[in-house]
């Protein structure tokens, strides 16, 4: 064997191992930070009433009364979030929670604390929803959106319908990505896109880096397409994040 073929496998071998260990460091980060994925789950009661009936007679006062039944109507809607603040503060789709007159956190360990919904920010389909646990809670650190590239690998986690907690990797493939208009105009969301497919349930569903810091929050994918969907980028989730704790006495 020559010499430049036995170079050649061994560049073959470093790059094989370093991609596998790159791999495994990946993983390793998202267990790290597990803890702080959480499940969503909406629930919204209402009661309605239904159409008139015929009138009928009262036999005990002699008068004509309309009838109506009340109907309760409810579902339940799933989805992910991650926590972002010790004190409690989770992030999620509003999508998720809209309408949602009880809310249900399901913890990594299973257990489950109701929420309460702090802010939601429609136009960027954010909502800021908060728990009181009675232990120390684990949070991901939110990194800086702006120094995200095209081609960046990246990372998932959600609550698929299919297999719980999902995770799914892709890369970046599109940046200040803008898909809704409004009565006066074009509303720029400026959103990540990725190559990353999304299924039910895995809206809000915390999207990583590389090293395991929240760079944005999944929302919708791409009508039509095939591994193409949207987040949320993690500088104007910090930005609301800010506000909130600039009017409260928590500590950012």
């Known amino acids: 064997m020559t010499k430049k073929y036995i170079i050649l496998i061994l560049i073959l071998q470093f790059s094989i191992g370093n991609s596998l260990y790159a791999q495994k460091s990946i993983i390793d980060q998202m267990i790290k930070k597990q803890k702080a994925i959480v499940g969503i789950s909406s629930h919204n009661k209402e009661l309605f009433k239904s159409k008139p009936q015929d009138p009928v007679l009262n036999p005990e006062t002699g008068r004509l009364i309309v009838l109506r039944n009340l109907t309760q109507a409810s579902y339940t809607r799933d989805g992910a979030g991650v926590i972002i603040h010790p004190s409690g503060i989770i992030v999620t ?127 919708a994918k791409e009508l039509g397409s095939i591994r193409s969907s949207f987040a949320v980028p993690s500088n104007k989730i910090a930005h609301y994040l800010k506000k909130f704790l600039l009017n409260t006495n928590l500590k950012p």
Do not use: C, W
């Open 93 to 219: 789709n509003a999508h998720t929670i809209n309408r949602a007159n009880h809310i249900i956190i399901t913890m990594h360990d299973g257990s489950q604390i109701a929420a309460q919904v702090l802010q939601v920010i429609g136009n960027l389909d954010l909502a800021y929803l908060k728990i009181d646990a009675p232990y120390p809670l684990p949070v991901v650190r939110i990194a800086d959106s702006d120094k995200v590239k095209l081609h960046d690998e990246i990372i998932t986690v959600g609550h698929s319908e299919f297999l719980n907690k999902t995770v799914s990797g892709g890369r970046i493939k599109g940046l200040g990505t803008s898909r809704t208009k409004n009565r006066s105009g074009e509303q720029r969301n400026d959103l990540l896109q990725t190559s990353i497919n999304v299924y039910s349930g895995d809206s809000g569903g915390p999207l990583f880096n590389k090293d395991g810091d929240l760079i944005g929050l999944m929302t």
